[in-house]
Structure formats: C-alpha cells, structure tokens
C-alpha cells in the first residue's frame, strides 16, 4: 500500500473529524468521522471552496494569519464539538490548513474518565502515605 493509503486509512481510524484544505481554502480531505460529526456529507465539500459549504469557517484565517485557533466552539443543529485548526506549513510557506474536529459528548466522556482516574490515584497516594 502506497504511502497516501496508509494515511487515509489512519486518518479514517480516527474518532475525531479532520478537514484539509489547500492554500486556496479548497477542501481536499474529510475523513468519515468529519461527515459524521458535521453532517456534511464527502461529496457536498470535497473539491469546493471551503465557505462556498460552510459559511463560517475560520480555517481561512489560519491560512493568512498562520496562527492556529484552538478550541473554537461549533453547533450543527443538536450536535456540538470544538474544532483546533492549524497551518500546513511546507519550507516556511502555508501550503494549506487542517481542522481537527472532537464532539464535545467525546470530550465529556474524556474528561470523565480523567476525574476517576484522578479520584483513584487521590486515593492511593493516600492509602500509600498511610501504609508503614
């Protein structure tokens, strides 16, 4: 398998919605879980402008500015996620931009998951303190 199938079948292993665009804010790439989270199906985005379909993108800005925006709030009718969007840079030039989209029911079941794993290790450093 050429290089380019190995990433496209990592990045459609992934839970998280990825969106790439090229210098001219055209749409290259969504993987599965991006159609997924946003609703947007493949064909309506791929090979377009990216806000010919989605009216307010900030991944255009990543590209002139070249500065990431992290944890930018977005809502698709019931469904809500954050989205880190960061400039493909290429020899010291922008050659595009990538967002990286987490449902925030994802993001609740991490951070869940991290406050038990802090209450367990709360308790063992304090079990650990009080053994002889």
Sequence with gaps: MKIVGWIRLILNSLSEGVLIIDKNANVIYVNEAYTKITGVKYNEIVGKPLRSVRKGAKLPEVLKTGKEILRAFRR????????????????????????????????YYLSEKINKLKDKNKILQKNLAESP
Excluded: R
């Design 76 to 107: 698709e009718g019931d469904t809500e996620y954050f989205v880190n969007m960061y400039p493909i840079i290429l020899e010291g030039e922008i050659i595009g931009g990538i967002s990286i989209v987490t449902a925030i029911d994802d993001a």
